[in-house]
């Protein structure tokens, strides 16, 4: 069946360090790709997306592109800042399986002045 | 700001106690969810509706009754709770179910339910 797979925290950075964190995925289909983030005391919220393979998800200076050939969807930003604090959810849909979202189990995150 | 909103925020009962969970969205979206959040495990999905009919219950405990009125606004209905039903309460929307386009699921703030 559908998966995620993401990598286990917690993860902590200095600020302005690279951050990397790594999502598998294994789906029937041909699944979207979602990151989700979840600052502490809130719900979820839509980080980026990508809907087919190659595309490139962006926002806030996050980046994440769609490989195929990999089955992967790593979350990358470039230089991190203690806002950006939270847990990240790496997650697909399936339109093969009706659309079902499947989340992955979230890494914490925490940025150090 | 994610046009999904979801009370009370914070909600503590005793096993005997009924209450009920509140969402409401915005977003003229054709499809609700609730999703259990416990530490340390994924989100787990309870309930989806589209167009006010139920469409997946994954095997919730029957202490746990959705409710959708319309299709704006989800309730879910507890009774005779547990305390490992102690989690956080998530509300979903999306544009719609099962169809042939994204399905980006927009969240609710979440009620932290305390089970006694």
Aim: hydrophobic share 30%; charged share 20%.
């Amino acid at each position: 069946g559908d998966s995620v797979t993401q990598m286990e925290g917690p993860v902590t950075l200095s600020e302005e360090a690279f951050l990397t964190i790594n999502c598998t995925y294994t789906a029937t289909g041909y699944p979207s790709l979602f990151w989700y983030v979840q600052y502490p005391g809130e719900g979820l919220q839509l980080l980026l997306k990508a809907t087919k393979a190659d595309d490139k998800g962006s926002n806030k200076g996050f980046e994440a592109t769609y490989r195929k050939e990999t089955t992967s969807f790593h979350l990358e930003k470039g230089s991190v800042q203690v806002s950006d604090s939270a847990v990240y959810f790496c997650a697909l849909s399936d339109r093969f399986t009706g659309n079902q979202f499947y989340f992955g189990t979230g890494t914490s995150l925490t940025v150090i002045p | 700001e994610t046009g999904v909103t979801q009370t009370p925020r914070h909600l503590v009962m005793g096993m005997t106690n009924k209450k009920s969970l509140k969402c409401e969205q915005h977003l003229g979206h054709n499809a609700m969810y609730w999703y259990k959040q416990s530490a340390k495990k994924p989100l787990e999905l309870m309930f989806v509706y589209s167009l006010e009919e139920r469409v997946e219950n994954n095997s919730v405990p029957s202490r746990f009754s959705p409710e959708c009125p319309n299709s704006s606004h989800l309730f879910l209905h507890l009774h005779t709770l547990q305390p490992e039903d102690s989690a956080l309460y998530l509300c979903a929307s999306s544009q719609d179910h099962g169809g042939a386009g994204v399905d980006t699921q927009y969240f609710g703030p979440g009620t932290r339910l305390t089970v006694l």
